[in-house]
């Protein structure tokens, strides 16, 4: 049983930045295609970015020039920074892997790629 640990999530005000950081246990992130995805509540959980196994990232429409996507080798986790927040972004942020490999020199935020998922952390952007 994969252990996700998604950190980062909490409040932040209208323009400003916040930084979500996920680890697994048992397994080299580097070696791994994951995901961000957020779900508002009332909505369905939409793909924000993902970083391939060979480093090339996915970044979607809604936070595209807000969003980077890294691997922090040395930490062994997958950061998501977001810039410049805005309300929208509020929701529960999971952090999402394709054990399969199937995506491999890049990925998508199709859902039903992704192959296990963490539980989420809280973000809550106010105006």
């Known amino acids: 049983q994969l252990q996700f640990v998604e950190s980062g999530g909490g409040s932040a005000q209208s323009g400003g930045s916040l930084r979500l950081s996920c680890a697994v246990s048992g397994l080299r992130l580097d070696t791994i295609t994951i995901g961000w995805f957020r779900q508002a509540p009332g909505k369905e959980r939409e793909g924000v970015s993902c970083?391939?196994?060979?480093?090339?990232?996915t970044i979607s429409y809604l936070v595209k020039g807000r969003a980077t996507i890294y691997r922090d080798n040395a930490n062994n986790t997958v950061n998501l920074e977001i810039h410049s927040l805005k309300p929208e972004d509020t929701g529960l942020y999971y952090c999402?892997?394709?054990?399969?490999?199937?995506?491999?020199?890049?990925?998508?935020?199709?859902?039903?790629?992704?192959?296990?998922w963490g539980q989420g952390t809280q973000v809550t952007v106010s105006s």
């Open positions: 970083l391939g196994q060979r480093g090339k990232p």
């Open positions: 999402a892997i394709d054990r399969p490999g199937r995506m491999v020199s890049g990925c998508s935020l199709q859902r039903s790629l992704w192959s296990d």
